[in-house]
């Protein structure tokens, strides 16, 4: 898709699965299994989509999916699959690792930041060389410092060797023209969403205050979040505004309905888009 210089893409890291109950939080199973099918353990399956922002020299990604740092049994666990990797699948696109700039970050959990560095041989170094890796505080925080609840939810390995490329900001901050970066909270503290402002057209990317188009009423909440009543507050905010301006909605772990516009916000209706 194109918004005047900017160019919007779409590329993912496969599929992984996680407990639908936690994802859908107090939604009883008997209406969240009309959108996703759960497998004999309960799990439902969800994508790892990846924004990409092209403008002039810059070429931005927005979270990096599961990566290539699990052992058998997280592999197992989280049942990924994939035909191609996330890197394969920008290489096809025309997009290599030397040319990305910009690395933003919504939050830190595994499943956001798999290739935010890269096994070669026995070490981990940054996937993306050039990239400067955009944080929020809190997110550094929270990944320096866990507790016992959250430290299952980190690949510590996808956080070695970054510092030097790091951008840690603190709540609402503009990185190039036009691409603005909002801290929300709600499914952590340090969550933020990119928004792209072109012209008349706004672009949001949100991250994990609403995974999948299954979640757009603002009550349907996961179980993951740490701060359930930011998330309600801040996803009602931002789709009230994505209604009254008609902004184009992209989804991080939705497998079919990726990119969309929401039609009612009574009803919650939205229509599928492509980019």
């Not at 012209?199 to 991250?207: A, E, L, M, S």
């Not at 188009?213 to 009543?229: C, G, T, V």
């Not at 789709?239 to 939705?254: G, Y």
């Amino acid at each position: 898709m194109k918004i005047g210089d900017y160019e919007i893409l779409m590329a993912d890291d496969g599929t992984f699965k996680l407990d639908g109950g936690a994802m859908f939080g107090v939604v009883p199973k008997t209406i969240w299994q009309k959108f996703f099918k759960p497998d004999d353990q309960n799990r439902i399956e969800l994508s790892t989509n990846t924004l990409i922002i092209r403008y002039k020299k810059f070429t931005a990604l927005v979270d990096l999916g599961m990566g290539d740092k699990f052992d058998e049994k997280q592999l197992a666990i989280y049942d990924i699959k994939r035909e191609k990797n996330l890197i394969q699948n920008l290489e096809g696109m025309g997009i290599h690792r030397d040319d990305v700039t910009h690395v933003i970050i919504t939050h830190g959990h595994l499943d956001h930041t798999g290739w935010a560095t890269m096994r070669v041989k026995n070490s981990i170094i940054p996937t993306f060389p050039n990239a400067k890796y955009y944080f929020q505080e809190d997110t550094y925080e929270e990944i320096k410092f866990p507790n016992e609840k959250t430290r299952p939810n980190y690949n510590y390995l996808n956080f070695e060797n970054l510092d030097d490329q790091l951008e840690i900001i603190r709540g609402d901050e503009e990185i190039f023209p036009g691409l603005e970066l909002m801290k929300t909270g709600g499914h952590t503290k340090g969550h933020q969403v990119p928004i792209l402002r072109a012209g008349n057209r706004t672009v949001i990317y949100f991250g994990d205050l609403l995974p999948t188009a299954s979640h757009i009423k603002p009550a349907y909440i996961m179980a993951y979040d740490l701060y359930p009543m930011d998330t309600f507050y801040k996803k009602k905010e931002l789709l009230e505004k994505a209604n009254e301006e008609q902004w184009i909605i992209t989804l991080e772990h939705e497998p079919v309905k990726k990119v969309v516009k929401l039609l009612d916000v009574e009803k919650y209706n939205l229509e599928q888009l492509s980019l």
